[in-house]
């Protein structure tokens, strides 16, 4: 089935925001802690790690910018206008971080790393010092797991994710670090005009390829699900590399947390509203699981709370 044409960037930011896209992206810096007590939907998490404020991918779809208690008004604007065009990189954060973890903070704990912003749309150097601090950790100052969320490339730490995913042994037998990366089509040109700067499908189906070839749980997040040309395609290669179960999100609406943008919304009723289609959707979810089997494809809350103990899913 031919799909739809994808619209660019800035046509999409004009249409939902009456305005051009901002020309650049600002950078500042902020003193906040890294570390803050996981709440709301995140239960099942104790901590939530975020080594900046705001996130540069742009994301039309991020429910982010929507949550008035997530970031600050400031820095996303009062329409969600702003967000993706300003930065404020935390200060000293390996400093924070190995303050808290030879205080115990993290000891034993499961770490959601971010949730509010890419982990991985940061400077290379910042997470090599935060794997570098986590490897010199002594075991009983580690945290239990970490769940990395992203939709950049983890696979630059390959080796030092890794080595401390060997070296570490959770107390429930399962992995000390999970990678869940987000990926929603297969089409580039979705993804170049509603993820702005977020890295092209093939980049990420290398990350997770390389990841897993060292051996690191990863597990594929089809979020926000949209469009693609070969999903079986997609599956066979998730299975070829021993992923032992994947996670799908529907762009969500009237649900208890972390929604799609309002505008956004509207704007997908207008132009894709098949993306919104609940039979379609279920359509979607079965095939999958006819794929790759029904226990193994997690949608929504399921899938989410599944990543606090993946191994329990196998
Ligand atoms: S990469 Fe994640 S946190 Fe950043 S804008 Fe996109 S959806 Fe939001």
């Known amino acids: ?40 939907f995140l239960e099942g998490f104790d901590l939530t790690m975020q080594t900046q404020v705001g996130c540069p991918a742009g994301c039309f779809f991020c429910y982010v910018p929507a949550g008035r208690m997530l970031t600050p008004s400031d820095l996303r604007g009062s329409r969600g206008e702003r967000w993706g065009f300003e930065v404020r990189r935390k200060r000293d954060v390996h400093k924070k971080l190995r303050y808290h973890l030879e205080r115990g903070h993290l000891a034993g704990k499961t770490i959601y790393w971010s949730g509010v912003t890419d982990p991985y749309a940061t400077p290379a150097q910042e997470t090599r010092g935060i794997w570098g601090l986590l490897n010199a950790a002594p075991a009983e100052q580690r945290p ?29 037998g399962g992995p000390a670090v999970v990678v869940s990366a987000s990926i929603g089509t297969d089409q580039d040109e979705f993804i170049r005009a509603w993820e702005r700067a977020a890295p092209s499908f093939g980049q990420r189906m290398d990350a997770i390829r390389r990841l897993r070839e060292a051996g690191v749980f ?66 979607q979810l079965h095939r999958m699981r006819q794929a790759y089997g029904r226990s193994r494809v997690l949608p929504g809350k399921v899938g989410f709370t599944a990543l606090t103990t993946p191994h329990q899913v196998m």
């Open 1 to 40: 089935m031919r799909q739809p044409d994808a619209p660019r960037y800035e046509d999409v930011y004009t249409h939902l925001f009456r305005q051009p896209q901002p020309q650049r992206i600002q950078i500042g810096s902020s003193q906040a802690d890294i570390l803050q007590p996981a709440r709301g």
């Open 144 to 172: 239990r797991r970490i769940v990395i969320q992203t939709r950049f490339r983890p696979d630059r730490d390959t080796e030092a994710i890794a080595q401390y995913s060997q070296a570490t042994t959770a107390a429930d």
């Open 218 to 283: 990863v597990v594929p997040t089809l979020s926000p699900f949209g469009f693609w040309g070969d999903l079986s395609g997609t599956l066979e290669a998730f299975r070829s590399w021993s992923i032992p179960f994947i996670t799908v999100l529907f762009f969500k609406r009237n649900t208890p947390s972390s929604n799609t943008p309002p505008r956004f919304l509207t704007y997908l009723e207008r132009h894709y509203p098949t993306l919104l289609d609940p039979h379609w959707q279920a359509e």
